[in-house]
């Protein structure tokens, strides 16, 4: 397709606009000519008249038309630039596929998905290509690393997963990632920490709060849907093993070698974001996962009023189970397990509709897996079937000669949006 012809794609909602200005300048022409009664209807049949006995009509009506568009679509593209302030030998076919995206993606559907680590981050990077009408539901449990010391030092919450889903959701997202997960080396109480942390750090203290900030923050990076912390107190987690033993902050959990049997919180009644709230109520689609089960996915179930909408919403909703078992955490665990925890959790086997599980595995699995206790969850389908559960299977890995195991970001948001259209 020409690249002039561009701006006539369906979708971008300017082709309106273009016959709007062409009758309108057509009538404003005709008015004038009219008023200085230099009769432009009759004179103008005229010279077509005389016109037509030496070229064929068919003709003269094409030329003049394609004539005409070919001067009205070169103004109005360099009035539009002009105004845009592009430079008059820029390509404007960025331009052309910012406009078509948005226009597409913002008719997309209503997704929450709900998480936190960099299991949602990968989700974020795929499904923001499906729509503009995007919501990341996110935990903030998380007290290890420069999040926790920020928290620990500061009294804010923990920032960490926050950054990554916004990052995840930028436009230009390896600028901002690289950006953003810059580590400073040295310095006195800069070390360790990362400019995006700080960066929401500064924002919070100069807008009073962890959602203005990330509001901020999403207008100056630009990004797709919006960022949500799923409470705004100051959660930590708690965890109850099967030994007997109490285990505190999300960073010790999987370090206390045992069995989880049950997880909460402290304080135990925390108060969900109404914003959380209201997006969880306006969703025709909601994910749970991927990302450590117990301590990414299930915080967001432990405030009350989350799973309760969750389970009451009408939108449909699917699990995206980890593609590996995690050390500490998830143990020998079969895809029904993961399921049991999420239902356990939330206090309703509606918590979900369905759980996407990934089909294929690298015939050279890496030997780093087995060394760190980490192996392939096993798919039970009778046991998830009993539970009412529906499974959907797809190759949801990239792609890797040296056996590695890591969701792919497209598959993944193709996946889920295939199940979503189809009702799978």
């Not at 592009?86 to 226009?103: A, F, G, P, Q, S």
């Not at 999403?218 to 409470?231: E, F, H, Q, Y």
């Not at 919180?265 to 991927?290: F, H, M, S, W, Y």
Request: glycine fraction near 8%; charge should be neutral.
């Amino acid at each position: 397709m020409p690249k002039q012809a561009g701006w006539l794609i369906p979708g971008l909602q300017v082709k309106r606009w273009f016959a709007l200005i062409l009758l309108g300048t057509a009538l404003m022409t005709v008015g004038i000519l009219i008023l200085f009664d230099l009769q432009p209807i009759f004179n103008t049949m005229q010279f077509i008249s005389k016109v037509a006995t030496k070229i064929s009509t068919e003709w003269l009506a094409f030329g003049i038309i394609m004539f005409g568009a070919a001067i009205f679509f070169k103004g109005w593209q360099k009035t539009n630039l002009s105004i845009l302030d592009m430079e008059e030998d820029r390509d404007n076919d960025v331009l052309l596929e910012h406009l078509y995206r948005r226009r597409k993606l913002n008719r997309g559907p209503r997704i929450v998905a709900v998480g936190g680590g960099t299991g949602l981050s990968m989700l974020l990077s795929g499904v923001k290509n499906i729509t503009n009408n995007l919501t990341a539901i996110v935990t903030v449990g998380d007290d290890g690393g420069s999040s926790g010391r920020l928290r620990e030092d500061l009294g804010i919450l923990p920032p960490g997963d926050i950054r990554h889903c916004i990052t995840a959701l930028a436009d230009d997202e390896d600028l901002v990632n690289k950006l953003f997960k810059y580590r400073f080396n040295n310095g006195e109480g800069l070390e360790g920490h990362s400019f995006g942390n700080l960066f929401i750090t500064a924002l919070c203290d100069i807008t009073g709060d962890m959602v203005s900030a990330v509001r901020a923050s999403s207008k100056v990076l630009s990004i797709r849907g919006r960022v949500l912390p799923a409470t705004l107190d100051d959660m930590k987690l708690v965890a109850e093993m099967e030994d007997g033993r109490i285990v505190h902050g999300e960073s010790t959990i999987p370090e206390a070698n045992g069995k989880i049997k049950r997880l909460f919180t402290e304080p135990e009644n925390c108060k969900a974001l109404p914003d959380v709230i209201q997006a969880i109520r306006n969703a025709e689609l909601i994910i749970l996962g991927p990302g450590s089960l117990y301590t990414s996915v299930i915080p967001n179930l432990l405030i009350k009023e989350i799973s309760e909408e969750i389970v009451k919403s009408k939108a449909k909703k699917i699990y995206v189970c980890n593609i590996m078992t995690q050390p500490g955490e998830t143990d020998d665990y079969k895809v029904s397990d993961h399921l049991k925890a999420l239902v356990k959790h939330a206090g309703s086997n509606k918590i979900v509709d369905a759980v996407l599980v990934n089909d294929y595995l690298p015939e050279n699995l890496a030997d780093k897996y087995q060394q760190s206790n980490s192996y392939p969850v096993l798919l039970d389908s009778d046991e998830v079937k009993k539970m009412g559960i529906k499974i959907f299977a797809k190759k949801l890995i990239q792609d890797s000669k040296e056996g590695l195991v890591r969701h792919s970001s497209t598959r993944v948001a193709r996946a889920l949006y295939y199940w979503f259209k189809k009702g799978a």
